[in-house]
Each structure stands twice: as C-alpha cells, then as structure tokens.
C-alpha cells in the first residue's frame, strides 16, 4: 500500500509561480511510474504530467508544456511539480498518482493522494 499526499498549493497571481509536492509512505517510489493529474470544478480529472520509474520518460499535457516540470526525487520519496507562469485556467484541484505498471495519461493508476488546490487569480 502506498500513501501519497500533495502539499504545495495555493493561492497565486496570474504569472507566477507555485511548487507542489507529493510525498510517500509505505513503499519506495522508486519503484512506481507517477503522474500529476488535475481536475476543475464540474470537470472531469485530467492528466498534467509523467515521469517514469526511472526518470527516464517525462510526458506533459501540451497546455502546460514549456511552463510546468515534473521531477522526482526517489531519496526524499516525493514527486514534485514546478509550475511557473501560471495562468487563470491552471486553477483546479492537484492530484498525484503511482502505479508499478502503469504509464498511461488516463486516470488508470493504483494509488492517488487527496489533492491539493491550486488557485490563480487573474
């Protein structure tokens, strides 16, 4: 069983800048492919980004390629997602996910946190 919670989020400007975290407990995330997903309010979940076990594959929605990166950091156990330049339209509720096979951009993943919500006022 893995425990995954999102910290990080916020209330934030349009143009700026926010990091959000999802750390773990229970397994090594070394071991599991992670992804960010988000979903707005009356929208379904959607995929932001990927990062494979090994880092090795990195997959970005396109609204948020260029402005968004995701990293891992297997040694602290936690996935991160840097997100600069954000606009009105990042607003939405942050959600982490893992999964030991899965490398997909549908919500198709075993484990998810509890979000985290992201608001950037305009």
């Known amino acids: 069983q893995v425990r995954l919670v999102e910290s990080g989020g916020g209330l934030v400007q349009a143009g700026g800048s926010l990091r959000l975290s999802c750390a773990a407990s229970g397994r090594t995330l070394s071991n599991y492919n992670m992804a960010w997903f988000r979903q707005a309010p009356g929208k379904e979940r959607d995929f932001v980004a990927l990062?494979?076990?090994?880092?090795?594959?990195?997959l970005y929605t396109d609204s948020v390629k260029g402005r968004f990166t995701i990293s891992r950091d297997n040694a602290k156990n936690t996935v991160y997602l840097q997100m600069n330049s954000l606009k009105p339209e990042d607003t939405a509720v942050y959600y982490c996910?893992?999964?030991?096979?899965?490398?997909?951009?549908?919500?198709?993943?075993?484990?998810w946190g509890q979000g985290t919500q992201v608001t950037v006022s305009s």
């Open positions: 996910a893992a999964d030991r096979l899965s490398v997909t951009m549908t919500t198709g993943y075993d484990y």
């Open positions: 990062i494979t076990i090994g880092g090795a594959r990195i």
